[in-house]
Protein backbone atom coordinates (compact mmCIF):
# COMPACT_ATOMS: atom_id res chain seq x y z
CA UNK A 1 0.00 0.00 0.00
CA UNK A 2 1.07 3.38 -1.00
CA UNK A 3 -0.12 6.65 0.19
CA UNK A 4 -0.13 9.14 -2.47
CA UNK A 5 -0.52 12.74 -2.29
CA UNK A 6 -3.32 14.53 -4.28
CA UNK A 7 -2.34 16.55 -7.47
CA UNK A 8 -3.87 18.89 -9.36
CA UNK A 9 -3.19 21.32 -12.47
CA UNK A 10 -2.88 23.98 -10.30
CA UNK A 11 -2.35 27.71 -12.14
CA UNK A 12 -1.43 30.64 -10.01
CA UNK A 13 -3.68 32.98 -8.58
CA UNK A 14 -3.19 35.66 -11.68
CA UNK A 15 -3.82 32.77 -13.97
CA UNK A 16 -7.40 32.39 -12.07
CA UNK A 17 -8.07 35.71 -12.09
CA UNK A 18 -10.69 38.10 -14.01
CA UNK A 19 -10.83 41.69 -14.36
CA UNK A 20 -13.72 42.79 -12.41
CA UNK A 21 -14.07 39.70 -9.86
CA UNK A 22 -13.70 40.37 -6.37
CA UNK A 23 -13.97 38.38 -3.01
CA UNK A 24 -16.34 40.59 -1.16
CA UNK A 25 -18.24 43.95 -1.74
CA UNK A 26 -18.01 45.90 1.32
CA UNK A 27 -20.53 49.09 1.04
CA UNK A 28 -19.43 52.50 1.90
CA UNK A 29 -20.70 54.49 5.29
CA UNK A 30 -23.24 56.45 3.86
CA UNK A 31 -22.25 59.41 1.19
CA UNK A 32 -18.85 59.58 2.69
CA UNK A 33 -16.42 58.44 0.24
CA UNK A 34 -13.32 57.13 2.69
CA UNK A 35 -10.38 57.34 -0.33
CA UNK A 36 -11.23 61.22 -0.23
CA UNK A 37 -10.58 61.08 3.40
CA UNK A 38 -6.50 59.41 3.23
CA UNK A 39 -4.22 61.84 2.38
CA UNK A 40 -2.51 61.64 -0.90
CA UNK A 41 0.95 61.39 0.53
CA UNK A 42 -0.50 58.30 3.16
CA UNK A 43 -2.44 56.24 0.48
CA UNK A 44 -1.26 53.32 -1.13
CA UNK A 45 0.09 52.61 -4.67
CA UNK A 46 -2.65 50.13 -6.51
CA UNK A 47 -1.18 46.71 -5.29
CA UNK A 48 -0.77 44.33 -8.22
CA UNK A 49 -3.05 41.62 -6.90
CA UNK A 50 -5.69 39.13 -9.10
CA UNK A 51 -9.09 40.09 -8.99
CA UNK A 52 -10.90 36.78 -8.14
CA UNK A 53 -13.69 35.90 -6.35
CA UNK A 54 -13.91 34.37 -2.68
CA UNK A 55 -14.63 30.85 -3.98
CA UNK A 56 -12.26 30.63 -6.05
CA UNK A 57 -9.71 31.70 -3.82
CA UNK A 58 -10.92 29.20 -0.94
CA UNK A 59 -10.67 26.18 -3.58
CA UNK A 60 -7.32 26.83 -5.01
CA UNK A 61 -5.53 27.01 -1.24
CA UNK A 62 -7.62 23.98 -0.51
CA UNK A 63 -6.76 22.21 -3.13
CA UNK A 64 -2.81 23.28 -2.37
CA UNK A 65 -3.32 21.84 1.16
CA UNK A 66 -4.74 18.59 -0.28
CA UNK A 67 -0.95 18.58 -2.45
CA UNK A 68 0.79 18.76 0.73
CA UNK A 69 2.88 16.32 2.41
CA UNK A 70 3.21 16.62 6.00
CA UNK A 71 3.65 14.20 9.43
CA UNK A 72 -0.54 13.49 9.16
CA UNK A 73 -0.47 11.78 5.89
CA UNK A 74 2.85 9.35 5.75
CA UNK A 75 6.18 8.87 7.06
CA UNK A 76 8.61 11.88 7.09
CA UNK A 77 11.76 9.74 7.38
CA UNK A 78 14.30 13.28 7.19
CA UNK A 79 17.72 12.20 9.28
CA UNK A 80 18.97 14.98 11.16
CA UNK A 81 15.66 16.95 10.95
CA UNK A 82 13.16 14.55 13.25
CA UNK A 83 9.79 14.76 12.20
CA UNK A 84 7.67 13.52 14.82
CA UNK A 85 4.15 12.77 15.18
CA UNK A 86 2.20 15.82 17.10
CA UNK A 87 0.01 14.00 19.68
CA UNK A 88 -3.53 16.25 19.32
CA UNK A 89 -4.33 16.06 23.04
CA UNK A 90 -0.74 18.74 22.76
CA UNK A 91 -2.74 20.37 20.28
CA UNK A 92 -5.67 20.53 21.70
CA UNK A 93 -4.21 22.11 25.10
CA UNK A 94 -1.85 24.42 22.86
CA UNK A 95 -4.53 26.07 20.97
CA UNK A 96 -6.52 26.35 24.29
CA UNK A 97 -7.87 30.30 24.66
CA UNK A 98 -5.78 30.25 27.80
CA UNK A 99 -2.77 29.68 26.13
CA UNK A 100 -3.46 31.44 22.87
CA UNK A 101 -4.39 34.72 24.58
CA UNK A 102 -1.81 34.94 27.00
CA UNK A 103 0.46 38.52 26.69
CA UNK A 104 3.87 38.65 27.88
CA UNK A 105 3.56 41.97 29.36
CA UNK A 106 0.01 40.72 31.89
CA UNK A 107 0.63 41.45 35.40
CA UNK A 108 2.55 39.04 36.83
CA UNK A 109 -0.37 37.98 38.90
CA UNK A 110 -2.45 36.99 36.16
CA UNK A 111 -0.10 34.39 34.70
CA UNK A 112 0.93 32.27 37.12
CA UNK A 113 -0.47 29.08 36.24
CA UNK A 114 1.70 29.91 32.85
CA UNK A 115 4.85 30.45 35.20
CA UNK A 116 3.65 27.03 36.80
CA UNK A 117 4.29 25.51 33.99
CA UNK A 118 7.72 27.01 32.38
CA UNK A 119 9.11 26.23 35.67
CA UNK A 120 8.30 22.82 36.02
CA UNK A 121 8.97 22.15 32.55
CA UNK A 122 12.62 23.68 33.69
CA UNK A 123 12.49 21.30 36.37
CA UNK A 124 11.84 18.36 34.04
CA UNK A 125 14.55 19.28 31.32
CA UNK A 126 17.19 19.62 33.98
CA UNK A 127 16.68 15.77 35.28
CA UNK A 128 16.73 14.68 31.89
CA UNK A 129 19.95 16.65 30.54
CA UNK A 130 21.57 16.37 34.09
CA UNK A 131 21.94 19.97 33.66
CA UNK A 132 20.91 22.67 37.06
CA UNK A 133 19.13 25.17 35.34
CA UNK A 134 17.41 25.70 31.38
CA UNK A 135 16.06 29.18 29.95
CA UNK A 136 12.90 28.58 28.13
CA UNK A 137 13.61 31.80 25.83
CA UNK A 138 15.57 30.88 22.49
CA UNK A 139 13.31 30.14 19.52
CA UNK A 140 15.17 27.24 17.69
CA UNK A 141 17.91 25.38 18.30
CA UNK A 142 20.16 27.58 16.13
CA UNK A 143 19.30 30.47 17.95
CA UNK A 144 19.66 27.86 21.51
CA UNK A 145 23.58 27.70 19.84
CA UNK A 146 23.97 31.13 19.42
CA UNK A 147 23.04 31.52 22.71
CA UNK A 148 25.13 28.74 24.00
CA UNK A 149 28.43 30.32 22.39
CA UNK A 150 27.37 34.00 23.90
CA UNK A 151 27.31 32.17 27.33
CA UNK A 152 30.83 30.22 26.63
CA UNK A 153 32.39 33.83 25.72
CA UNK A 154 31.41 35.80 28.50
CA UNK A 155 32.55 32.75 30.80
CA UNK A 156 35.83 33.46 29.58
CA UNK A 157 36.18 37.08 29.17
CA UNK A 158 35.04 37.11 33.22
CA UNK A 159 38.15 34.88 33.80
CA UNK A 160 40.03 37.50 32.46
CA UNK A 161 41.25 34.61 29.23
CA UNK A 162 41.24 35.68 25.45
CA UNK A 163 39.89 32.37 24.27
CA UNK A 164 38.42 32.72 20.27
CA UNK A 165 38.17 29.46 19.02
CA UNK A 166 35.68 26.81 18.93
CA UNK A 167 36.26 23.04 17.42
CA UNK A 168 33.60 21.65 15.16
CA UNK A 169 33.59 18.11 14.16
CA UNK A 170 33.42 17.86 10.73
CA UNK A 171 29.95 15.84 10.55
CA UNK A 172 28.61 18.39 12.62
CA UNK A 173 25.16 20.53 11.94
CA UNK A 174 25.90 23.63 9.61
CA UNK A 175 24.54 25.83 12.26
CA UNK A 176 27.27 24.50 14.51
CA UNK A 177 29.93 26.82 12.82
CA UNK A 178 27.61 29.37 11.74
CA UNK A 179 26.11 29.85 15.26
CA UNK A 180 29.81 29.47 16.80
CA UNK A 181 30.84 32.50 14.00
CA UNK A 182 28.09 34.56 14.75
CA UNK A 183 29.38 34.28 18.36
CA UNK A 184 32.62 35.58 17.42
CA UNK A 185 34.81 32.69 17.58
CA UNK A 186 37.06 31.09 15.00
CA UNK A 187 36.25 27.75 14.01
CA UNK A 188 38.65 24.77 13.92
CA UNK A 189 37.26 21.90 12.48
CA UNK A 190 38.17 18.06 13.35
CA UNK A 191 37.66 15.23 10.88
CA UNK A 192 35.70 11.93 11.35
CA UNK A 193 37.92 8.69 12.26
CA UNK A 194 37.38 5.24 10.04
CA UNK A 195 35.02 4.16 13.40
CA UNK A 196 32.59 7.02 12.22
CA UNK A 197 33.83 8.98 15.40
CA UNK A 198 35.85 12.10 16.21
CA UNK A 199 38.98 11.51 15.34
CA UNK A 200 41.12 11.92 18.52
CA UNK A 201 44.73 12.22 17.17
CA UNK A 202 43.37 15.36 15.69
CA UNK A 203 41.12 16.61 18.29
CA UNK A 204 44.53 16.88 20.34
CA UNK A 205 46.37 18.69 17.62
CA UNK A 206 43.69 21.49 17.58
CA UNK A 207 44.02 22.15 21.68
CA UNK A 208 45.54 25.05 22.15
CA UNK A 209 45.20 28.08 25.14
CA UNK A 210 42.80 30.01 22.35
CA UNK A 211 40.40 26.92 22.75
CA UNK A 212 37.10 28.43 24.04
CA UNK A 213 35.24 24.97 23.78
CA UNK A 214 34.00 22.26 21.61
CA UNK A 215 30.43 22.21 19.89
CA UNK A 216 29.08 18.11 19.61
CA UNK A 217 26.22 15.90 18.21
CA UNK A 218 25.93 12.96 20.27
CA UNK A 219 24.64 10.62 18.90
CA UNK A 220 26.51 12.03 15.86
CA UNK A 221 25.05 12.84 12.88
CA UNK A 222 26.18 9.41 11.29
CA UNK A 223 24.04 8.05 13.93
CA UNK A 224 27.20 6.62 15.64
CA UNK A 225 27.54 7.09 19.49
CA UNK A 226 30.70 9.02 20.07
CA UNK A 227 31.50 6.26 22.96
CA UNK A 228 34.64 8.20 24.00
CA UNK A 229 32.65 11.43 24.81
CA UNK A 230 33.78 11.70 28.32
CA UNK A 231 37.42 11.35 27.24
CA UNK A 232 36.68 14.12 24.70
CA UNK A 233 35.41 16.40 27.35
CA UNK A 234 38.73 15.61 29.98
CA UNK A 235 40.48 16.89 26.75
CA UNK A 236 38.52 20.21 26.21
CA UNK A 237 38.24 20.90 29.86
CA UNK A 238 42.12 19.95 30.59
CA UNK A 239 42.69 22.71 27.91
CA UNK A 240 40.49 25.31 29.55
CA UNK A 241 37.45 24.93 27.27
CA UNK A 242 33.44 24.46 27.66
CA UNK A 243 31.83 21.64 26.22
CA UNK A 244 28.92 22.35 24.45
CA UNK A 245 26.02 19.61 23.42
CA UNK A 246 24.05 20.19 20.41
CA UNK A 247 20.73 18.26 21.43
CA UNK A 248 19.47 17.89 18.17
CA UNK A 249 20.07 14.33 18.23
CA UNK A 250 19.27 13.84 21.99
CA UNK A 251 16.11 11.39 20.55
CA UNK A 252 18.64 8.53 20.51
CA UNK A 253 19.14 8.44 24.41
CA UNK A 254 16.72 10.14 25.46
CA UNK A 255 15.81 8.21 29.23
CA UNK A 256 19.39 6.11 28.64
CA UNK A 257 22.21 8.82 29.17
CA UNK A 258 22.41 12.24 30.28
CA UNK A 259 25.10 14.70 28.54
CA UNK A 260 25.55 16.22 31.89
CA UNK A 261 26.74 12.89 32.90
CA UNK A 262 28.69 12.60 29.90
CA UNK A 263 31.16 16.17 30.94
CA UNK A 264 28.78 18.04 28.64
CA UNK A 265 28.83 21.90 30.79
CA UNK A 266 25.69 23.36 28.65
CA UNK A 267 23.31 22.01 26.17
CA UNK A 268 20.52 23.00 23.84
CA UNK A 269 17.43 21.09 22.92
CA UNK A 270 15.38 20.70 19.99
CA UNK A 271 11.75 20.60 21.51
CA UNK A 272 10.19 19.28 18.22
CA UNK A 273 12.89 16.62 17.64
CA UNK A 274 12.77 15.07 21.27
CA UNK A 275 9.61 16.34 22.45
CA UNK A 276 7.11 16.11 19.88
CA UNK A 277 5.85 20.16 18.95
CA UNK A 278 5.63 21.21 15.87
CA UNK A 279 8.45 21.27 13.59
CA UNK A 280 9.96 24.55 11.46
CA UNK A 281 7.73 26.28 9.41
CA UNK A 282 9.28 29.59 10.68
CA UNK A 283 8.06 28.95 13.55
CA UNK A 284 6.99 29.28 16.71
CA UNK A 285 9.77 26.85 17.97
CA UNK A 286 11.72 26.55 21.33
CA UNK A 287 15.22 25.72 21.76
CA UNK A 288 15.97 25.75 25.54
CA UNK A 289 19.25 26.18 26.86
CA UNK A 290 20.44 23.93 29.87
CA UNK A 291 23.95 24.73 32.03
CA UNK A 292 25.39 23.58 34.66
CA UNK A 293 25.58 24.97 37.97
CA UNK A 294 29.00 27.51 37.58
CA UNK A 295 27.15 28.76 34.03
CA UNK A 296 23.71 30.00 35.67
CA UNK A 297 24.92 33.25 36.37
CA UNK A 298 25.10 33.84 32.37
CA UNK A 299 21.68 32.59 31.49
CA UNK A 300 19.10 35.19 29.58
CA UNK A 301 17.07 37.18 31.79
CA UNK A 302 14.48 36.54 32.70
CA UNK A 303 14.19 33.24 34.43
CA UNK A 304 11.29 31.65 36.55
CA UNK A 305 11.83 31.47 40.21
CA UNK A 306 9.15 30.03 42.90
CA UNK A 307 8.63 31.37 45.89
CA UNK A 308 6.61 31.16 49.21
CA UNK A 309 3.75 33.14 47.48
CA UNK A 310 4.25 31.68 44.03
CA UNK A 311 6.36 32.04 40.89
CA UNK A 312 7.60 35.21 39.36
CA UNK A 313 10.28 36.43 36.43
CA UNK A 314 14.01 37.41 37.59
CA UNK A 315 15.43 40.07 35.89
CA UNK A 316 18.47 41.25 38.65
CA UNK A 317 21.35 38.84 36.95
CA UNK A 318 23.90 40.71 36.31
CA UNK A 319 26.16 38.39 34.43
CA UNK A 320 23.63 37.36 32.25
CA UNK A 321 24.31 38.18 28.30
CA UNK A 322 20.69 39.88 28.32
CA UNK A 323 17.39 38.89 26.16
CA UNK A 324 17.92 36.75 23.20
CA UNK A 325 14.14 37.29 21.89
CA UNK A 326 11.19 38.87 23.30
CA UNK A 327 8.92 38.22 26.24
CA UNK A 328 9.93 34.87 27.85
CA UNK A 329 9.50 31.79 25.23
CA UNK A 330 6.95 30.12 22.77
CA UNK A 331 4.70 29.67 25.05
CA UNK A 332 2.14 27.32 23.13
CA UNK A 333 5.27 25.19 22.29
CA UNK A 334 6.53 25.06 25.48
CA UNK A 335 2.98 23.60 26.55
CA UNK A 336 2.95 21.27 24.16
CA UNK A 337 6.52 19.77 25.31
CA UNK A 338 5.22 19.92 28.98
CA UNK A 339 2.39 17.86 28.11
CA UNK A 340 4.33 15.50 26.01
CA UNK A 341 6.81 15.04 29.07
CA UNK A 342 3.82 14.46 31.67
CA UNK A 343 2.30 11.93 29.27
CA UNK A 344 5.17 9.94 28.59
CA UNK A 345 7.23 10.41 32.24
CA UNK A 346 10.51 8.56 32.60
CA UNK A 347 9.89 5.28 31.38
CA UNK A 348 7.75 6.66 28.17
CA UNK A 349 11.03 8.69 26.97
CA UNK A 350 13.15 5.63 27.54
CA UNK A 351 10.96 3.71 25.58
CA UNK A 352 10.86 6.27 22.86
CA UNK A 353 14.09 6.24 22.85
CA UNK A 354 14.65 2.26 22.14
CA UNK A 355 11.97 2.15 19.88
CA UNK A 356 13.33 4.46 17.05
CA UNK A 357 16.79 3.07 18.02
CA UNK A 358 15.30 -0.80 17.30
CA UNK A 359 13.14 1.22 13.85
CA UNK A 360 16.59 2.87 12.45
CA UNK A 361 19.17 -0.76 12.87
CA UNK A 362 16.04 -2.85 11.36
CA UNK A 363 15.90 -0.20 8.63
CA UNK A 364 19.67 -0.55 8.69
CA UNK A 365 19.65 -4.04 8.48
CA UNK A 366 17.17 -4.59 5.49
CA UNK A 367 18.66 -2.36 3.20
CA UNK A 368 22.29 -3.08 3.91
CA UNK A 369 21.73 -6.06 0.66
CA UNK A 370 20.57 -4.21 -1.80
CA UNK A 371 22.50 -3.43 -4.82
CA UNK A 372 24.32 0.13 -4.92
CA UNK A 373 23.58 1.32 -1.59
CA UNK A 374 25.65 0.72 1.20
CA UNK A 375 26.31 2.42 4.91
CA UNK A 376 29.78 3.57 5.75
CA UNK A 377 32.21 3.78 8.84
CA UNK A 378 31.98 0.77 10.11
CA UNK A 379 29.17 -1.60 11.15
CA UNK A 380 28.49 0.22 14.86
CA UNK A 381 25.39 -0.04 15.84
CA UNK A 382 23.40 3.51 14.86
CA UNK A 383 20.89 5.23 17.20
CA UNK A 384 17.72 6.50 15.94
CA UNK A 385 19.04 7.91 12.17
CA UNK A 386 21.50 5.86 9.58
CA UNK A 387 23.38 7.56 6.91
CA UNK A 388 23.69 5.42 3.37
CA UNK A 389 25.62 6.25 0.80
CA UNK A 390 24.47 5.39 -2.87
CA UNK A 391 28.41 6.30 -4.23
CA UNK A 392 28.52 2.47 -5.79
CA UNK A 393 25.38 3.02 -7.45
CA UNK A 394 26.44 6.21 -9.19
CA UNK A 395 29.47 5.43 -10.07
CA UNK A 396 28.08 2.03 -11.80
CA UNK A 397 25.20 3.45 -13.16
CA UNK A 398 24.43 7.41 -12.55
CA UNK A 399 21.77 7.35 -10.78
CA UNK A 400 22.57 9.28 -7.84
CA UNK A 401 21.15 10.31 -4.49
CA UNK A 402 18.96 13.05 -5.71
CA UNK A 403 17.41 10.54 -8.59
CA UNK A 404 16.70 8.05 -5.77
CA UNK A 405 14.99 10.76 -3.56
CA UNK A 406 12.65 11.98 -6.53
CA UNK A 407 11.93 8.20 -7.23
CA UNK A 408 10.71 7.78 -3.96
CA UNK A 409 8.34 10.93 -4.36
CA UNK A 410 6.75 8.62 -6.91
CA UNK A 411 6.23 5.41 -4.97
CA UNK A 412 4.06 7.90 -2.87
CA UNK A 413 6.87 8.30 -0.01
CA UNK A 414 8.77 11.07 1.37
CA UNK A 415 12.58 11.39 0.34
CA UNK A 416 14.83 10.90 3.52
CA UNK A 417 17.67 14.04 3.93
CA UNK A 418 20.01 13.89 1.21
CA UNK A 419 23.55 14.69 0.57
CA UNK A 420 24.01 15.11 4.60
CA UNK A 421 26.37 15.00 6.22
CA UNK A 422 28.73 15.77 3.90
CA UNK A 423 31.49 13.47 4.68
CA UNK A 424 29.57 10.37 3.26
CA UNK A 425 29.45 10.84 -0.69
CA UNK A 426 26.16 10.57 -2.45
CA UNK A 427 24.37 10.43 1.13
CA UNK A 428 20.56 9.61 2.09
CA UNK A 429 20.49 10.37 5.90
CA UNK A 430 16.77 8.07 7.04
CA UNK A 431 15.74 8.88 10.56
CA UNK A 432 12.50 6.50 11.34
CA UNK A 433 11.01 7.90 14.75
CA UNK A 434 9.49 6.11 17.67
CA UNK A 435 6.03 6.24 16.38
CA UNK A 436 6.86 4.76 12.68
CA UNK A 437 5.66 0.88 11.93
CA UNK A 438 7.18 -1.98 10.93
CA UNK A 439 5.08 -1.79 7.78
CA UNK A 440 5.72 1.66 6.99
CA UNK A 441 9.70 0.79 7.14
CA UNK A 442 8.95 -1.81 5.15
CA UNK A 443 7.51 -0.27 2.19
CA UNK A 444 10.58 2.42 1.87
CA UNK A 445 12.80 -0.70 1.74
CA UNK A 446 10.44 -1.99 -1.11
CA UNK A 447 10.76 0.76 -2.87
CA UNK A 448 14.49 1.21 -2.73
CA UNK A 449 14.74 -2.44 -4.20
CA UNK A 450 12.88 -1.71 -6.23
CA UNK A 451 14.86 1.82 -7.52
CA UNK A 452 18.28 -0.66 -6.94
CA UNK A 453 16.76 -2.95 -9.94
CA UNK A 454 15.64 0.01 -12.23
CA UNK A 455 18.62 1.85 -11.81
CA UNK A 456 20.74 -1.33 -13.01
CA UNK A 457 18.32 -2.00 -16.15
CA UNK A 458 16.29 0.92 -16.71
CA UNK A 459 18.33 4.23 -15.35
CA UNK A 460 17.09 6.55 -17.89
CA UNK A 461 13.35 6.14 -16.00
CA UNK A 462 14.52 6.96 -12.84
CA UNK A 463 16.41 10.33 -14.00
CA UNK A 464 13.12 11.16 -15.30
CA UNK A 465 11.03 10.77 -11.63
CA UNK A 466 8.96 12.18 -10.36
CA UNK A 467 6.28 11.46 -12.71
CA UNK A 468 3.46 11.21 -10.68
CA UNK A 469 3.67 14.33 -8.93
CA UNK A 470 1.58 18.21 -9.42
CA UNK A 471 5.21 18.87 -10.06
CA UNK A 472 7.59 16.93 -12.16
CA UNK A 473 11.17 17.43 -12.27
CA UNK A 474 12.31 20.99 -11.97
CA UNK A 475 15.97 22.28 -12.57
CA UNK A 476 16.55 22.63 -8.99
CA UNK A 477 18.99 25.52 -9.80
CA UNK A 478 16.96 27.98 -11.89
CA UNK A 479 14.15 27.14 -9.38
CA UNK A 480 15.64 28.52 -6.30
CA UNK A 481 16.92 31.37 -8.33
CA UNK A 482 15.67 34.86 -6.38
CA UNK A 483 15.09 35.89 -10.13
CA UNK A 484 12.57 33.27 -11.10
CA UNK A 485 11.09 33.50 -7.64
CA UNK A 486 10.37 37.33 -8.36
CA UNK A 487 8.81 36.88 -11.90
CA UNK A 488 6.40 34.07 -10.10
CA UNK A 489 5.44 36.75 -7.24
CA UNK A 490 4.43 38.99 -9.73
CA UNK A 491 2.49 36.61 -12.08
CA UNK A 492 4.57 36.68 -15.16
CA UNK A 493 6.36 33.22 -15.80
CA UNK A 494 10.57 33.56 -17.04
CA UNK A 495 11.96 31.65 -20.16
Known sequence: MMFKQATFEEPLLFDLGRKGRSGIDIPGEGDRDLAKTIPKKMARQKLQLPEISQVEVVRHFTRLSQMNWGIDIGPYPLGSCTMKYNPRINEDLAWADEAQGIHPLQDIETVQGALEIMYRLERALTTITGMSRFTLQPAAGAQGELTGCLIIRNYHRLRGESRDEIIVPDSAHGTNPASASMAGFKVVEV?????????????????????????????????????????????????GGLMYYDGANLQGIVGIVKPGDLGFDLVHLNLHKTFATPHGGGGPGAGPVGVKANLAEFLPVPLVERTRDGYR???????????????????????????????????????????????????????????????????????????????????????????????????????????????????????????????????????????????????????????????????????????????????????
Not at 200 to 208: N, V
Not at 467 to 489: F, G, I, K, Q, W
Open 191 to 239: PTGDDGCINLEMLQAALSDRTAGMMMTNPNTLGIFENRAKKIAELIHGA
Open 313 to 495: LEWDRPLSIGKVRGAFGSFPILLRAYAYLLSMGTSGLETSCKVAVLNTNYFAKRISGIKGLTIPFGNAMRKHEVAISAEAMFKKTGINALDIAKALLDRGLHAPTIYFPLIVKECLMFEFTDTETLESIDRYVDALKDISRMAYSEPEKLRASPLRTSVTRLDEVRANHPLTMCLRYRGKRPD
